[in-house]
């Protein structure tokens, strides 16, 4: 089918890149009522294919293969990296098992596309039906191909350069009941590239990765188990003020708060690592209560949402988590979430 035909083109476009310099700039977008959730950053991907060098830079985070060693930092762990021999043979999937978050679709796009051995899982086995090939967008003067795809989690729409069959454009939308979540609307992912240029020389320095003032580790798990070296900023601090609605509309203050332990776990429906870990966090609770209860408190609070959706969740998960809600998002600007 013609669809198929086009993503065989799309693949070997990528493959038959010697060097490649680009920047996507991502931008997240989520409708909640009168509140939209956004992200947006760009994203530098810089492949040398024959040297087994490349750059990825995001806004937080850099990854550095310089052909010997792979190493990534990540802002959120500052004072150590991660550093790992690479394999004689430097592949997407490989780097994926060392860095998870790198993983499509919410890492570089173009990056799988230039290092997968065969036809990326979200281009290939992991769609649902064939790829179509669909009409241009009206607007668009140079009536690019597009062509899209079902995904295990919602929809991608890829729109071509027509002489190169790179990427210029991809848009994910992302069903939250499908991926795992139960948010109102639908997340959508829009990642625009920008080609600077493919196969010329690209310097050496763009390969280097400064070690001065931060700790290897040898996987991301050492990483993250190590803790930080340097102090989170409220460490010391006052605890921010706090006074937020229950799911009843009853205001709770955690400065009359007499427990000796208060646990704040910030979540929200559409977020999937949040929801994941909630059983867990019932396992705590219910100890919490027994024995006549402990000195500890434990609340959920939500951001972004509203009671009536919350107790909904509640309801279906089974739930009884004190929940408070954070609609506005201030106790999570508050506490650095």
């Known amino acids: 089918p013609p669809g198929e035909q086009l993503i065989d083109k799309v693949f070997k476009a990528y493959q038959d890149v010697l060097q490649y310099d680009a920047t996507m700039h991502l931008a997240m977008r989520q409708p909640r009522g009168k509140w939209t959730s956004s992200l947006e950053g760009d994203v530098h991907v810089v492949l040398d294919r024959a040297a087994n060098r490349i750059r990825v830079e995001l806004p937080d985070q850099l990854l550095v293969v310089d052909g010997k060693t792979l ?181 709770y203050d955690l400065a009359l708060d007499t427990n000796k332990v208060i646990v704040l776990d910030f979540w929200a429906t559409w977020c999937p690592p949040c929801v994941a870990a909630l059983p867990e966090l019932q396992e705590v609770y219910d100890w919490t209560q027994e024995d006549g209860g402990r000195s500890v408190a434990i609340y959920a609070v939500n951001q972004g949402e509203t009671a009536e959706e919350v107790k909904t969740f509640w309801a279906d998960k089974g739930l009884s988590i004190p929940v408070l809600m954070d609609e506005k998002f201030v106790t999570a600007q508050a506490f650095m979430v």
């Open 71 to 251: 190493f990534f930092r990540n802002d959120g762990m500052p004072g150590k990296h991660l550093a790992v021999p690479i394999p004689a043979k430097l592949n997407y999937e490989w780097i994926v098992q060392q860095i998870p978050s790198m993983s499509f679709p919410f890492g570089p796009t173009d990056l799988a596309l230039l290092l997968s051995d065969d036809l990326p899982s979200f281009l290939s086995q992991a769609q649902s039906g064939e790829p179509a090939m669909i009409q241009s967008n009206p607007n668009d003067p140079a009536q690019r191909p597009r062509i899209q795809m079902a995904l295990p989690v919602g929809l991608m729409t890829l729109t071509l350069d027509p002489k190169t069959h790179l990427i210029d454009q991809a848009v994910i939308v992302i069903d939250p009941a499908a991926a795992g979540a139960s948010g109102p609307t639908d997340v959508v992912y829009t990642f625009d590239f920008q080609v600077h240029h493919t196969d010329q020389p690209i310097a050496e320095d763009r390969f280097t990765f400064d070690t001065t003032g931060s700790t290897a580790s040898p996987s991301m798990q050492h990483m993250m188990a190590s803790g930080s070296n340097a102090p989170h900023p409220l460490t010391g601090l006052a605890t921010p003020e706090l006074v937020l609605p229950d799911l009843d509309g009853n205001d």
